[in-house]
């Protein structure tokens, strides 16, 4: 708990605690007196004796700072806590809070992040037009009375009853201490801002309502001007929330704001016109609610954090564009704002509505493209390019672009115009480019492009040599180099025989038929023309065999006409394009990847992490995973009959198959887990940003 100047309601809240009931290994209150000038100082003397109770000074204002040095301490003195329970000094709690904390923390041992139920002790009744008009939750920060016990999003959970695991903050993770309270008038979103960055993290978040705590409303809390002053503060909390380039500004603020604005004050002279004190109210709490958004922009703290933009030349949802979204988790569990900008393809819609669930800032973003598209019109895409989207570019106000080459010069246009912006670059390669040769119209571009290019990194060591022998005339000797594989959730693809036989039932295959697949795109690069010859050979050693293709592309319909003429097509799964690969994977006794060309076999490493033995053709990227792996081989690029023995000998083997998955999983956990690529892609960025 941290107080300043909270004598006022300090010993009631105090005196509850005295008389909670321990949880089992006991508790101690750590209270940080953040400059109190008033009685505060005495009170919690008082209490010494009382409580377990250790009382530290932070005289320097700022409530979070005043929590990140309570949290500094409660990890240096003890490894064994549980739970670390956040409050208020005008939170009273109820007689059974910190035994409820114990036993959600202890239902659920996959959160870690927890809030619970915040009720309102009303010092004076409150009037009717308040309860109707006013938001409380903004407001008082009072839960909703009807969330109930469950996952919760996580800017719902709030600081008057909130608890964290200790290993959160053991990871380094602290309160953001320019928002919040600090003496002054401030910006609202001291405990959101944080519980929503470990969200991005991937910490996972769960209300508890029989956790229960009564927040005190003063009498001055219920007038109009102090109701009025938190809608500002929200607003400029909700400010420092927003992604720069997301939609377009005009002074910095977004074209819609000014609408808005303009929308609430006729709303509002309307309403004094026609004597509704309530309507009028309503405009009165939206309007100080986007002054509050407009001081911020113009006059807030700049937070010490940067802003990278992520964006490449982007066609369809695939591999890279999964990379894409988690680089940007992993940027933003790091403290920067990040935005990803892209095209729009087949599925944007769906998959950006799902990144903004996760607060990914997802923008459209289709500068002219004057290497990758018909070169007739090229001097007219880079005018275009200079003198518009160099502006749509610079409204995005980043730091640093991260771009992605999904193949040889696919992102090349976007690069030049940062170097044109004077934005600094890095660059990601995702695939092993094939040799070519520019003509000197692109040299010149070229070279201009890799000005402002600081690193390079590649899924693969393939991808960078490859990346190398194209580009290295433009590269800089000061360019930053570097090899970070793709990344998988180890938590979430995992050998689990529920997920199998869950798997095997929704795609209707036979639990114990032998299975094999490839989460790929159809498309020329996968070949899976290739995978159907193999499994047509396979049929004919083992009848009960089935196969997987889980992906979309254009080559479904001529890959259902060939398994027809194969005479396979009943055994053979077409699914689509599927959102959650991890709840398909586990059907599968074998991932067989047949593909042309790989940056790097994302599917590969899935199916390892689910203890899934995975083949694929010896072909950079691929080969990168799996050359000297026990989790898998390689198999022949061109030569299907060899390839069909080798998986032959494998599916003829179940012995073979558990021991290849087990250690997969191993190599998983050891190299690819998000915690081991997350900290690469952070070592790598450091002093670029």
Excluded at 121 to 139: F, I, Q
Excluded at 231 to 245: L, S
Excluded at 323 to 344: D, N, P
Excluded at 443 to 460: E, T
Aim: aromatic share 10%; hydrophobic share 45%; charged share 20%.
């Amino acid at each position: 708990m941290a107080t300043r100047n909270g004598a006022e309601t300090l010993t009631q809240v105090l005196d509850a605690y005295c008389h909670l009931l321990a949880p089992v290994g006991g508790w101690r209150l750590l209270v940080v007196d953040n400059g109190s000038q008033d009685a505060t100082p005495a009170i919690l003397a008082s209490y010494r004796d009382r409580l377990p109770l250790q009382c530290l000074h932070e005289p320097a204002a700022g409530k979070n700072r005043a929590l990140n040095r309570a949290i500094d301490l409660a990890l240096a003195q003890s490894a064994d806590d549980e739970l670390f329970i956040f409050t208020d000094d005008d939170a009273t709690p109820a007689a059974n809070w910190l035994q409820q904390w114990q036993i959600c923390a202890r239902r659920n041992p996959d959160d870690s992040v927890f809030g619970g139920a915040i009720s309102a002790d009303w010092a004076e009744t409150p009037p009717d037009w308040l309860l109707k008009l006013v938001p409380t939750g903004l407001t008082y920060g009072l839960t909703a009375p009807d969330l109930a016990d469950g996952p919760v999003f996580p800017g719902l959970v709030w600081g008057a009853n909130m608890a964290v695991r200790p290993a959160v903050f053991a990871a380094g993770h602290r309160f953001d201490v320019d928002v919040g309270p600090n003496g002054t008038d401030y910006a609202m979103g001291s405990e959101t801002e944080l519980t929503r960055r470990l969200g991005q993290a991937g910490y996972r978040s769960w209300f508890f309502p029989a956790a229960q705590v009564r927040h005190r409303i003063r009498k001055p809390q219920i007038q109009v001007g102090y109701i009025l002053q938190k809608a500002w503060r929200y607003g400029r909390g909700k400010y420092r929330q927003e992604h720069p380039g997301v939609f377009v500004e005009l002074w910095g603020i977004p074209r819609w704001m000014w609408t808005r604005a303009l929308s609430e004050l006729a709303g509002l002279s309307m309403a004094l016109l026609q004597r509704d004190a309530g309507r009028a109210f309503r405009h009165q709490w939206e309007l100080s609610y986007l002054r509050g958004y407009f001081y911020e922009s113009r006059h807030g703290v700049s937070c010490n954090r940067s802003t990278v933009l992520v964006t490449s030349y982007s066609g369809e949802l695939g591999g890279m564009e999964l990379r894409m979204a988690q680089e940007a988790r992993y940027l933003q569990s790091a403290g920067h704002r990040v935005t990803l900008a892209l095209r729009h393809f087949d599925g944007w819609k769906d998959w950006t509505q799902r990144l903004t669930a996760e607060q990914i800032a997802v923008a459209a973003f289709d500068p002219p493209a004057f290497f990758e598209q018909d070169w007739r019109w090229r001097h007219l895409r880079v005018w275009r390019a200079r003198w518009i989207a160099a502006s749509r570019l610079r409204g995005f106000q980043a730091d640093l672009a991260h771009i992605a080459l999904c193949w040889t010069n696919y992102g090349a246009s976007v690069l030049w115009l940062a170097s044109h912006c004077r934005l600094p670059a890095v660059i990601s390669v995702h695939n092993a480019f094939p040799a070519v040769r520019f003509d000197a119209w692109h040299d010149k571009l070229l070279k201009q492009a890799f000005a402002g290019v600081r690193g390079v990194y590649a899924v693969s060591a393939s991808s960078l040599e490859h990346f190398k022998d194209i580009y290295r005339p433009y590269l800089l000797a000061s360019t930053r180099l570097a090899v970070i594989p793709n990344g998988v959730d180890v938590d979430q693809f995992r050998p689990s025989l529920a997920l199998r036989l869950q798997a095997r039932q929704r795609l209707q295959l036979p639990q114990d038929a032998l299975v094999i697949g490839a989460v790929a795109r159809l498309s020329e690069q996968k070949r899976p023309d290739l995978l159907l010859k193999l499994f047509a050979i396979l049929c004919k050693r083992f009848p009960e065999l089935y196969l997987v293709l889980a992906g979309s592309g254009p080559l479904e319909a001529s890959l259902r006409a060939q398994a027809a003429r194969l005479e396979i097509l009943p055994r053979v799964v077409f699914t689509g394009f599927v959102n959650e690969i991890s709840t398909l994977m586990p059907a599968l006794d074998v991932h067989v990847l047949m593909s042309r060309r790989e940056g790097f076999g994302l599917a590969t490493i899935e199916a390892m992490a689910c203890g899934i033995p995975a083949v694929a053709t010896d072909v950079p990227g691929s080969a990168d995973i799996l050359r000297g792996s026990l989790g898998g081989m390689l198999v022949p690029v061109n030569d299907v009959d060899v390839a069909a023995d080798m998986v032959a000998g494998l599916l003829a083997d179940p012995a073979r198959r558990a021991d290849m998955g087990h250690q997969g999983r191993r190599e998983a956990e050891a190299l690819y887990s998000h915690r081991v690529v997350g900290q690469q892609v952070r070592a790598f960025y450091e002093g670029l940003l």
